[in-house]
C-alpha cells in the first residue's frame, strides 16, 4: 500500500518561502507521478494539482504559482519536494501531496494526509 507522508509545513509572512517534502513509500512502480494539491481555507481541495512531476522530471504548474513554485523529485529517494517562494495570502493552505503509477493524468490514487502553510500580513 502506498504511504505518502508530508513535512515542512508551517507559517511565514507573506513574501517568505517555505519548502514542502513528500515522502513515498509501498509501491514497486518502474515509473510513478507526483504531485501537489493544495485545499484553501474554506474551499474544498482544488481539483488539479498546483505543481506536478513526471518520473523523468517534467513539471506542470497552475499558472497562480509559476514562477515563485518550484517541484523536484528524487527518484532513488522516492521523495518529491516543492520549493515556494514569494508566498502570499492565496497560498495558505493544506498542501497534500499524491501519487499515482505511470504517467500524470487526472487521477491520483495516493494521497498524504497534507501540511499545513499559513502566510501572514
Known amino acids: 500500500q502506498v504511504q505518502l507522508v508530508e513535512s515542512g509545513g508551517g507559517s511565514v509572512q507573506a513574501g517568505g518561502s517555505l519548502t514542502l517534502t513528500c515522502a513515498a513509500s509501498?509501491?514497486?512502480?518502474?515509473?510513478?507521478?507526483m504531485a501537489w494539491f493544495r485545499q484553501s481555507p474554506g474551499k474544498e481541495r482544488e481539483g488539479v494539482p498546483i505543481?506536478?512531476?513526471?518520473?523523468?522530471?517534467?513539471?506542470t504548474y497552475v499558472d497562480s504559482v509559476k514562477g515563485r513554485f518550484s517541484i523536484s523529485r528524487d527518484n532513488a529517494k522516492k521523495t518529491m519536494s516543492l520549493q515556494m517562494n514569494s508566498l502570499n495570502l492565496d497560498d495558505r493552505g493544506t498542501y497534500y501531496c499524491?501519487?499515482?503509477?505511470?504517467?500524470?493524468?487526472?487521477?491520483?490514487?495516493?494521497w498524504g494526509q497534507g501540511t499545513q502553510v499559513t502566510v501572514s500580513s
Open positions: 509501498g509501491f514497486r512502480y518502474s515509473r510513478w507521478c
Open positions: 505543481a506536478s512531476i513526471e518520473h523523468d522530471g517534467t513539471s
Open positions: 499524491a501519487l499515482e503509477g505511470g504517467d500524470c493524468g487526472p487521477a491520483f490514487g495516493a
